[in-house]
Each structure stands twice: as C-alpha cells, then as structure tokens.
C-alpha cells in the first residue's frame, strides 16, 4: 500500500519501487490467523532486516514463543519439529523453513522446493 512520505523522514520510508511504504511482518497460523503482528518498520529496510531487530526473532532464539517439542508425523514414528515456512528474506534456522536458492536446482532441490511452495499455498 502506498503512503504519503512521513513528515521529517528523508528516505526511510522510500522503498526499492521507488514509493513510500511501511513494512508489517506478521506471521499467521495453519489456518491463516494471524498471530504476531509488527507494523510501521521503514520501508527502505529488507524483510531480513526487520525480523532480525522483531521481539518475535528474539523469542524464537531464546525459546519463549511456545513452540511445542517435536512430535511423531501422523501414522509414523519419525520425530519433527515445529516450525515456520518463510520466503528466502529470512534465516534458515531450527524452526525456519524457505525454498533452497539456485538458478540450476538439482532434482532433489526442485522436488523441496515444489513441496515447499504447495505447502506455503495450500
């Protein structure tokens, strides 16, 4: 959404489209409801840049965000994780999912990727 350039703010606000813009990260449920909401960060920063310096970046590092412990797959005795699916402005961690880069993907890493992205859009 375009905005009107912030009174006083030279070009913090300035984004790489070359418009004014704030940025919000929100992350939301397998249900789509949304959960952590952070509004208003400079739109000339990356997405990277504003979960770096979020308090949501800094429970997940610190382990207070409530993730709950690794469970068995449905109908398996295989053990995962919890974790977030995110584009690839954001860190691969423990409990961060992206797509893997590359211009020349393997095979391997187009069947991920295929799977990541039918689960970020399902």
Do not use: W
Request: aromatic share 14%.
């Amino acid at each position: 959404m375009l905005i009107k350039k912030p009174g006083k703010s030279g070009s913090l606000y300035f984004n790489y489209k070359k418009s004014f813009s704030m940025l919000l990260l929100g992350v939301c449920d397998h249900q789509y409801r949304l959960s952590y909401v952070s509004f208003g960060d400079y739109g000339s920063d990356s997405d990277g840049r504003v979960f770096e310096r979020s308090d949501f970046r800094e429970m997940l590092d610190n382990g207070t965000l409530g993730i709950p412990p690794a469970a068995p797959l449905p109908g398996t005795q295989l053990m995962s994780e919890h974790f977030f699916i995110a584009d690839a402005a954001f860190p691969t961690t423990e409990h961060i999912m992206k797509p893997l880069p590359g211009a020349l993907p393997t095979m391997e890493q187009r069947v991920y990727n295929y799977r990541y992205k039918r689960t970020a859009s399902d």
